[in-house]
């Protein structure tokens, strides 16, 4: 295993350019009078819920690493470290982090943690370190345990998965509209991301990729943005507060709430921990899957469309 | 880097990062008015006929009466943007009034108490009244539809 792999937090490492490129956005979108909006403390909710996460990812990370190293010890054959199996080993980790992506947001559980990262009505480059603190408890590390028996290296893993989030910061911006036709076509960018973060009907559960968009294209759920319906930004029941506590915990709150309630059957009590967003044994709430079929019985026109 | 330097570096940058947004007027908070309470709803509800709506005096907030489900519906500012949530008698925790502000506590921990500054007292008991009965009718209503 190469030194250099041993003690290294890219995205840590990244952090000063981070900052940077926000500063930079900020006084664009203060001279160019377009490319977004900013609102301070809903961007330094997003700053500080990204410290939250560096800080429990670097207490806690041991647990995952440990597992990712427990894995690769059966894995039956150990890589060398290359670039070609780095190059191998990153396609993988984008791979992985495409289904843990959809689980995220198609199992409550996951959306608990995840559901942080897209509680800002803003959509800027400080939305990008928004990050959730309960990754660990979501498992989706588990998905990774794979890349891991193939043989390749724990360190190199998480090496291409910091990679993965550094690439994914850029696109958190509205100061790019599209980017070359080509590269549209393979690679996550600030258009397909901003669909991802809209919650307009069309826009729910769609573009789940880091890296590459083919994933999306490749299992169906890709949506392209379009000019005549704009997205907007944040959750279908956006927050009233920046407070990053709530910001951080309320999903959970809310999950034991609905186990709480009286009368329910043990099914019911685990489909409000795992079954998609939404679901609820009364209709009191809906959906991604209801809201688009409620959108299309009012807009038959727009039936059969993408995301539709 | 260390993790207190991580965490100093971050709230140093969170310092800049709010003193640049305020220096430079990016933001501009919003002041709740008729016009964009409508345009809240519209989005969140799609068709939805408005009955009333009840202005805070301040613009950080405002009650509407919608003709259907939901009947009632809480509008906040949020810095520049607006939230919006349903008010039913399962999710009104408490409703009191200070003064000339009505005081809204929901069984939600995404929507702090929120303040609605009336003209005065009065207005504030009337308010208090109607939120009263349009949530005793609507409960009502959903009682008879199940």
Redesign the interface.
């Known amino acids: 295993m190469p030194e250099f792999l041993k003690d290294i937090n890219v995205t840590?490492?990244a952090?000063?350019f981070f900052?940077a490129l926000?500063?930079l956005e900020?006084?664009y979108?203060?001279f160019a009078r377009r490319g977004g909006?900013?609102?301070?403390?809903?961007?330094?909710t997003s700053?500080?819920m990204?410290?939250g996460s560096?800080?429990i990812d670097?207490l806690l990370g041991f647990i995952s690493f440990g597992i990712l190293m427990l894995a690769y010890h059966f894995a039956p054959y150990k890589l060398p470290v290359n670039w070609l199996t780095g190059a191998i080993c990153f396609v993988l980790v984008d791979l992985s982090y495409y289904v843990a992506h959809r689980y995220y947001h198609r199992s409550r559980w996951g959306w608990a943690a995840h559901v942080i990262h897209h509680s800002s009505?803003?959509y800027n480059l400080?939305t990008a370190l928004r990050q959730t603190w309960s990754g660990l408890l979501t498992g989706a590390f588990l998905l990774y345990v794979p890349i891991a028996l193939l043989g390749f290296h724990p360190l190199l893993i998480g090496f291409c998965f910091g990679l993965n989030l550094i690439y994914q910061f850029w696109f958190h911006t509205e100061v790019i509209d599209k980017c070359p036709r080509w590269f549209e076509a393979i690679m996550n960018t600030p258009s397909h991301h901003r669909v991802h973060h809209a919650n307009n009907p069309r826009y729910l559960d769609a573009n789940y990729a880091g890296v590459f968009i083919i994933w999306d294209k490749l299992f169906g759920t890709f949506v392209a943005e379009r000019q005549d319906d704009p997205p907007?930004y944040?959750l279908v029941?956006?927050?009233?507060?920046?407070?990053p506590l709530?910001v951080a915990?309320?999903e959970y709150?809310g999950i034991v709430?609905d186990i709480t309630r009286p009368g329910l059957s043990l099914k019911q009590r685990l489909a409000y921990i795992f079954a998609e967003p939404g679901w609820c044994h009364d209709g009191g709430r809906k959906s991604s899957r209801q809201i688009k079929a409620e959108y299309v019985a009012?807009h038959p026109e727009h039936a059969g469309q993408p995301g539709l | 880097m260390g993790m207190p330097a991580v965490i100093v570096f971050s709230l140093a940058a969170i310092a800049l990062m709010v003193a640049l947004i305020r220096l430079t007027g990016i933001a501009r908070p919003v002041r709740l008015d008729t016009d964009q309470v409508r345009q809240a709803i519209t989005e969140h509800y799609e068709g939805a006929r408005i009955d009333r709506i009840v202005l805070g005096r301040d613009g950080k907030g405002a009650l509407v009466y919608l003709a259907g489900d939901p009947a009632v519906v809480l509008v906040r500012a949020l810095g520049d943007r607006m939230s919006v949530r349903p008010v039913s008698r399962e999710v009104l925790k408490a409703l009191t009034q200070k003064n000339d502000d009505l005081i809204f506590v929901l069984h939600d921990i995404t929507w702090p108490p929120q303040h609605l500054r009336l003209a005065d007292a009065d207005r504030c008991k009337a308010e208090a009244a109607s939120l009263h009965a349009a949530l005793d009718g609507a409960s009502r209503e959903d009682q008879a539809g199940a």
């Open positions: 840590t490492l952090a000063p900052i926000i500063i900020i006084l979108i203060r909006e900013y609102e301070a403390r809903d961007a330094a700053v500080f990204g410290l560096s800080i670097g009505q803003h400080s907007r944040g029941s956006d927050l009233g507060t920046f407070n709530r915990t309320h709150a709430k009012r």
